[in-house]
Nanobody, 120 residues
């Protein structure tokens, strides 16, 4: 199973930017997804990247503001977050699917998360 470590969170004012990193190690993977969980709410999917095909997908709430990219050499996925809003405040997690699948139910290897706080 792949092991993932998130970093890059912090506190910013509304309209600011942050770049989150998700570094993978261990076994291979296919898709990498970002998820977030705000206090008192369920975890929600944010975005997914299929690095080998350069395919990305985003939840409507972040389209046009968040951008995924992948550094193959570093086995790292980046989530560039611009025009941040207070409602983006949450703990952000990344997870990956095994090399042969990209199904939502197959995300695993969850990291410890990185906190993003956006003040108004």
């Amino acid at each position: 199973q792949v092991h993932l470590v998130e970093s890059g969170g912090g506190s910013v004012q509304a309209g600011g930017s942050l770049r989150l990193s998700c570094k993978a190690s261990g076994y291979g993977y296919s898709c990498v997804g970002w998820f977030r969980q705000a206090p008192g709410k369920e975890r929600e999917w944010v975005a997914t990247i299929y690095p080998h095909g350069g395919i990305t997908d985003y939840t409507n709430a972040v389209k046009g503001r968040f951008t995924l990219s992948h550094d193959n050499a570093a086995n790292t996925v980046y989530l560039q977050m611009n025009s941040l809003k207070p409602e983006d405040t949450a703990m952000y997690y990344c997870a990956a699917t095994p090399p042969t699948t990209c199904l939502d139910d197959d995300f695993a290897g969850w990291g410890q998360g990185t906190q993003v706080t956006v003040s108004s």
